[in-house]
């Protein structure tokens, strides 16, 4: 199973152990780019730049971790997402938008606390297992 990672699933997990289970029963554990600008991003505004910039890298250095590049076809799901959510009038923020894609396009299930990834049926929702 490959599980992309939402900021926030980052995030909890470094915090509390949250997605524990799910990072060790994956096969591949997707970190989608647009993710990586909000952490460094979380990480410029907080007080421990250094300390959690050195746990992001340990984490990119583990086998069954990757980056997943925004490309064309990214692009393209992100446009098909985008009108699918225009025409439903169900708008949800921008990055989450290419975050879905991302998932999307590596065929992944997407660990995620925010609510409004259900807006999209075509994106799988990863269940926290316990």
């Known amino acids: 199973m490959n599980l992309v990672?939402?900021?926030?699933?980052?995030s909890d997990w470094r915090r509390t152990g949250r997605w524990a289970?799910?990072?060790a029963l994956a096969d591949r554990v997707i970190l989608p780019s647009i993710v990586l600008g909000e952490l460094?991003?979380?990480?410029?505004r907080g007080g421990r730049t250094a300390a959690n910039?050195?746990?992001l890298a340990e984490f990119?250095?583990?086998?069954q971790v990757e980056v997943a590049p925004v490309t064309h076809a990214t692009g393209r799901i992100y446009a098909e997402l985008l009108l699918y959510l225009r025409g439903k009038g169900r708008p949800i923020p921008t990055n989450d938008i290419?975050?879905?894609?991302q998932a999307k396009e590596v065929n992944g299930e997407l660990a995620a606390r925010?609510?409004?990834f259900?807006?999209?049926p075509m994106v799988m929702l990863a269940r926290e297992i316990h």
């Open 5 to 10: 990672l939402d900021t926030n699933a980052y």
């Open 21 to 23: 289970e799910n990072l």
């Open 40 to 44: 460094e991003y979380g990480f410029i």
């Open 53 to 55: 910039r050195s746990a």
């Open 60 to 63: 990119l250095r583990e086998p």
């Open 98 to 101: 290419w975050i879905a894609a």
């Open 114 to 116: 925010d609510g409004h």
């Open 118 to 120: 259900s807006e999209l």
